[in-house]
């Protein structure tokens, strides 16, 4: 039996396979969510992994957010001011605000939160603070930025959805060392995170925190009033899909965020299933490189893989053989948006040069030295993708150190910038959320500041110079310009390899009401029957 048809096979007993883990999801107050991977660690400034993310909406609230549009609206906010020319912000809270141990949220806790963000979010954090010569608490509602210098998308930066986003914590917890992980969760959110329930690898518990004031706005992605309809949003934690498309089946859960798209036929059969591309903008997969160790370091290296990646492998590998689900990108942007472009997106197009790759790798100085290749098996987009890469590794002459790891764990490791012998690494996978890819703005892993970039840490003078050029630019058709040129350029310095463009499906049970499509899961106005 081939893999297909196993998980078909399993799916369709999935009840008998999920019933010792999992009671019947019959309470109509209580949602059993299936993430899309294990939530290994929770701060959401440590890490840019969207399940924590994901967890943090709910824990957590921003000053702003974003809508469908990707338009910031006001959210904790009530009301701001910017001067002429964009250089002195101030902000006012709304009223109600409160932390999960009943404090008020006051602008100092803002203040410390935002300055522990700024550190780590490398595309508008770091511009910001860089340009900030005060940022005060005016009074205890009030704050304010003094910039040396305009900076005109400061709401985008305050209510974006990219990681890692603007959560608002405590004064006392917003302290701590951006680069340590707390270990205290008081959120200022719609759900209180119950960590005495929390076991990672089996679930997480949110409960409904009712000193929670939502906005009176109809509520839109991040943005209006986030009212929970549940005392209680369980996560469990279903590495297995086809366990988890059976237990969906079955109903002992209510919600799959990212169901194998194999399973797809057999959930639509199921009368009592409903399924959906999850978000329309989709997702760009990610094949990373450490620039800062041989034999990445050199950009013939990195171009050895470039130009012997093949994208259909890759979507094949992830989505299956469905082709309108996935498409071949020769881009960093996401494609039907307005700044999409091809330029310099030749090296991924055509046929495969092996030879050509082998012939760049000696130039780089290969000599058959180990490469640490970071596979989190228990996410099936990045095994997909894993799986490819150690083939296609192979095929070029390198050799693989294929290293099976759970997501948590490629999370930790991939902050390192130790060698790849001594705990650090050479490549890993990921995939990146097509609304964070539509401009520099959210792009985290498009930033090439060197020591402050994503992991991996790519440096590049030219595409830095084209992402301030971007910023600045005065219209529309300067934007696309620009953007075709910063395309191009990373692309010839090879910051990461993209594997494709895709999309995703999401699956619930048809007692379910108000399930969104949203780069992210919506909670607030979902309902139970």
Sequence with gaps: MDRRGFLKTAAAVGGALAAPRLSLAADTKV?????????????????????????????????????????????????WDATADSKTWTFKLRPGLKFHDGEPVLAKDVVASIKR??????????????????????????????????????????GKSSTPALFIMPER????????????????????????????????????????????????????GKRIHFDRIEWQIIPDGATAGGALQSGEVDWLETPLSDLIPLLRKNADVAVD??????????????????????????????????????????????????????????????????EGGHYLKGKRDYDQAKKLLAEAGYKGEPVSLLVATDVAITKA??????????????????????????????????????????????????????????????????????????????????????????????????IGELNKAGMDFVIYVPTGFFRQYQAWRKNLSGVTKAPFPVFWDVTKT
Excluded at 59 to 78: N, S
């Design 31 to 79: 949602l059993r969510f299936v993430p899309q991977a294990n939530l290994a660690n929770l701060d959401p400034i440590w890490t840019t992994q969207y399940v924590v993310r994901n967890a943090s909406l709910l824990i957590w609230d921003t000053l702003l957010g974003v809508d469908d549009q990707l338009t910031p609206k006001p959210q904790m906010v009530e009301s």
């Design 117 to 158: 963000w700024w550190v780590r979010d490398a595309p508008m954090g770091v511009p910001i603070s860089k340009k900030t010569d005060a940022l005060e608490a005016v009074d205890d509602k009030t704050f304010r930025f003094r910039l040396n210098a305009p900076y005109s998308k400061m709401l985008f930066a305050l």
């Design 173 to 224: 917890i917003a302290s701590t060392d951006p680069f340590k992980q707390i270990s205290e969760y008081v959120g200022s959110g719609p759900m209180r995170f119950r960590k005495d329930e929390w076991v990672p690898g089996a679930k997480a518990i949110f409960e409904k925190f009712d000193g929670y004031v939502p906005r009176d706005e109809k509520a839109n992605w991040l943005s209006g």
């Design 277 to 342: 591309i999850a978000d329309p903008l989709g997702n760009i997969g990610s094949f990373r490189m450490n620039h800062l160790y041989p034999p990445f370091n050199d950009e013939r290296a990195r171009r050895a893989v470039q130009i012997a990646l093949s994208q259909e492998d890759y979507m094949e590998a992830v989505v299956g053989d469905d082709t309108t689900l996935w498409k071949t990108l020769p881009s960093y942007f996401t494609p039907g948006t307005p700044l999409y472009t091809e």
């Design 385 to 482: 993708q894993g799986d490819v890469t150690a083939d296609l590794l192979k095929r070029i002459g390198m050799n693989v150190k294929y290293e099976a790891l759970d997501w948590g764990t490629v999370g930790q490791r991939r902050a390192s910038k130790e060698p790849p012998d001594k705990g650090g690494w050479n490549i890993f996978h990921t995939w990146h959320a097509g609304a964070d890819c539509v401009n520099p703005a959210p792009y985290t892993a498009l930033d090439c500041s060197g020591p402050t970039a994503w992991f991996g840490w790519p440096k590049s003078d030219l595409v830095q110079s084209k992402i301030e050029e971007w910023y600045a630019a005065p219209d529309l058709a300067t934007e696309k310009k620009v």
